[in-house]
């Protein structure tokens, strides 16, 4: 399988997403985690923009050993050169120039012509590979660039001795048909392409940006620039987790590897957001808190039988603990009767049948059931039972000593006690949301509930 290089931008492009910015320890907390990662390249800031960012990269260049650290500089010689002296430390230096290329960017930004743009980027260039060997030029704006002017203007700081050429997708406008032709483009009109590494780094504006570097990766790119959590200018940047499990889980269409180490990507995510106080939105891939949750009934049973009827990868793959299912109105009576017993209650199917008519009623109420609203479903129950009889209580409570109780029941009747191994209740706030262990085997009823698709 061909490698990819994975080019982490959290801490330049990724910092610069509102109420994103991080100081010094912060930035380096989060660099040594990078590392953990196993991400190739760590873009570690912008030198020139301030005095905090010039000490970040300089802090991290110092410490971050293994992977290549990259500082920000535009095609002009004082940022270049500012770039180079906080990168002085780095055991793996890369200078990382960019200029834009697309008409409207020269005209009203920069106000250059093409030509000026073209000496600029190959003098910026030259200068950069004077006191670094590794040197990585971005055209901005590339995918709203003439295809035949970025063509010349990548010819030329290859010439110039540019090593990787990242193309961008500043504005998120791209989609990956066309980015994937633009990346062919380059590759079949360029001299000297095939001596450097294409790369990508595509933004989110329509939620294409994983999408836009996966199509990149299958037409030669072999890096991509992305952050942890997706977090970026506007809609963010490509999301690493996203791209690195696409590659992972889909090796059949997608035979491309990558260093990084997967369990760790739900604790650098949540190292992020517990820096920044930004928090992942709950259905986001990979590492939202719903990622592996499951409410419908339909599928928490068929998570209790076999976890891969609904979980393409396993949540322990990316670090998360277990997953996770909830009891709420759509949930069936396999996963209750299984919280049940995590919660030292066990019923017959009758029993249960009762117990659910009574569950459903309260969760069409209040959403989601929580374990002490269970609780007292079942004591109100119980206590019906008793008053109407005292001597055929149907429900008889088992203590809380788990692993004894499973040793104990050998038969264990509705087969729930494999899972007795989950018992801690992973959601603080008491909702009754509960780890689910993988099971290798469980004979249970029908689930008779049908939830989703
Ligand atoms: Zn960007």
Same mark, same amino acid.
């Given at each position: 399988?061909?490698?990819?290089?994975?080019?982490?931008?959290?801490?330049?492009?990724?910092?610069?997403?509102?109420?994103?910015?991080?100081?010094?320890?912060?930035?380096?907390?989060?660099?040594?985690?990078?590392?953990?990662?196993?991400?190739?390249?760590?873009?570690?800031?912008?030198?020139?923009? @301030?005095?905090?960012?010039?000490? $970040?990269? *300089? +802090?991290?260049?110092?410490?971050? /050993?293994?992977? %290549?650290?990259?500082? &920000? #500089?535009?095609?002009? @010689?004082?940022?270049?050169?500012? $770039?180079? *002296? +906080?990168?002085?430390?780095?055991? /793996?230096?890369? %200078?990382?120039?960019? &200029? #834009?290329?697309?008409?409207?960017?020269?005209?009203?930004?920069?106000?250059?012509?093409?030509?000026?743009?073209?000496?600029?980027?190959?003098?910026?260039?030259?200068?950069?590979?004077?006191?670094?060997?590794?040197?990585?030029?971005?055209?901005?704006?590339?995918?709203?660039?003439?295809?035949?002017?970025?063509?010349?203007?990548?010819?030329?700081?290859?010439?110039?001795?540019?090593?990787?050429?990242?193309?961008?997708?500043?504005?998120?406008?791209?989609?990956?048909?066309?980015?994937?032709?633009?990346?062919?483009?380059?590759?079949?009109?360029?001299?000297?392409?095939?001596?450097?590494?294409?790369?990508?780094?595509?933004?989110?504006?329509?939620?294409?940006?994983?999408?836009?570097?996966?199509?990149?990766?299958?037409?030669?790119?072999?890096?991509?620039?992305?952050?942890?959590?997706?977090?970026?200018?506007?809609?963010?940047?490509?999301?690493?987790?996203?791209?690195?499990?696409?590659?992972?889980?889909?090796?059949?269409?997608?035979?491309?590897?990558?260093?990084?180490?997967?369990?760790?990507?739900?604790?650098?995510?949540?190292?992020?957001?517990?820096?920044?106080?930004?928090?992942?939105?709950?259905?986001?891939?990979?590492?939202?808190?719903?990622?592996?949750?499951?409410?419908?009934?339909?599928?928490?049973?068929?998570?209790?039988?076999?976890?891969?009827?609904?979980?393409?990868?396993?949540?322990?793959?990316?670090?998360?603990?277990?997953?996770?299912?909830?009891?709420?109105?759509?949930?069936?009576?396999?996963?209750?009767?299984?919280?049940?017993?995590?919660?030292?209650?066990?019923?017959?199917?009758?029993?249960?049948?009762?117990?659910?008519?009574?569950?459903?009623?309260?969760?069409?109420?209040?959403?989601?059931?929580?374990?002490?609203?269970?609780?007292?479903?079942?004591?109100?129950?119980?206590?019906?039972?008793?008053?109407?009889?005292?001597?055929?209580?149907?429900?008889?409570?088992?203590?809380?000593?788990?692993?004894?109780?499973?040793?104990?029941?050998?038969?264990?009747?509705?087969?729930?006690?494999?899972?007795?191994?989950?018992?801690?209740?992973?959601?603080?706030?008491?909702?009754?949301?509960?780890?689910?262990?993988?099971?290798?085997?469980?004979?249970?009823?029908?689930?008779?509930?049908?939830?989703?698709?």
């Amino acid at each position: 399988m061909e490698r990819i290089t994975i080019f982490d931008t959290t801490l330049r492009d990724g910092e610069q997403s509102p109420g994103c910015s991080m100081n010094v320890p912060e930035k380096l907390r989060m660099a040594h985690h990078l590392d953990r990662l196993g991400v190739d390249v760590i873009e570690a800031g912008f030198p020139i923009a @301030s005095e905090g960012d010039f000490a $970040a990269v *300089q +802090a991290i260049a110092a410490v971050v /050993r293994r992977p %290549i650290i990259a500082g &920000l #500089a535009r095609a002009c @010689s004082k940022d270049i050169e500012r $770039a180079w *002296q +906080a990168l002085q430390g780095a055991a /793996r230096p890369r %200078i990382h120039v960019f &200029l #834009a290329t697309s008409d409207i960017h020269l005209k009203y930004k920069l106000r250059i012509s093409r030509q000026q743009c073209l000496e600029q980027a190959v003098e910026a260039i030259r200068l950069a590979k004077s006191l670094c060997d590794d040197v990585e030029f971005s055209p901005e704006d590339a995918t709203r660039t003439d295809p035949e002017f970025l063509c010349q203007v990548v010819e030329a700081v290859v010439a110039a001795g540019a090593t990787t050429v990242n193309i961008p997708d500043t504005v998120g406008y791209t989609t990956p048909v066309e980015f994937s032709e633009l990346i062919c483009t380059l590759r079949e009109n360029v001299r000297g392409i095939e001596n450097v590494t294409i790369s990508a780094h595509c933004h989110d504006d329509l939620g294409l940006a994983v999408a836009n570097s996966l199509a990149a990766i299958a037409a030669g790119a072999r890096q991509v620039e992305c952050t942890i959590n997706g977090i970026g200018e506007r809609a963010g940047n490509a999301s690493l987790e996203e791209i690195v499990m696409a590659l992972r889980v889909r090796p059949d269409r997608l035979a491309y590897e990558t260093e990084v180490v997967s369990e760790e990507l739900f604790p650098a995510s949540q190292m992020l957001s517990e820096i920044t106080g930004v928090a992942v939105q709950p259905n986001k891939a990979i590492i939202g808190c719903n990622a592996f949750a499951h409410e419908a009934g339909i599928h928490q049973d068929g998570m209790l039988k076999n976890p891969l009827t609904y979980e393409i990868m396993t949540p322990q793959s990316v670090g998360v603990p277990d997953s996770k299912l909830v009891l709420g109105k759509h949930s069936g009576r396999h996963a209750l009767g299984l919280r049940c017993e995590q919660l030292g209650h066990q019923f017959d199917r009758h029993q249960l049948d009762e117990l659910y008519r009574h569950f459903v009623v309260l969760a069409d109420q209040i959403k989601h059931v929580e374990d002490v609203h269970l609780l007292e479903l079942i004591s109100a129950i119980q206590k019906d039972r008793t008053d109407a009889d005292d001597h055929r209580a149907q429900v008889k409570s088992i203590p809380l000593d788990v692993p004894a109780f499973a040793a104990a029941r050998p038969d264990s009747g509705h087969g729930h006690s494999k899972l007795l191994r989950s018992m801690s209740v992973s959601s603080g706030a008491g909702l009754a949301s509960f780890p689910l262990n993988p099971i290798a085997e469980h004979h249970g009823d029908q689930e008779d509930y049908l939830w989703g698709v």
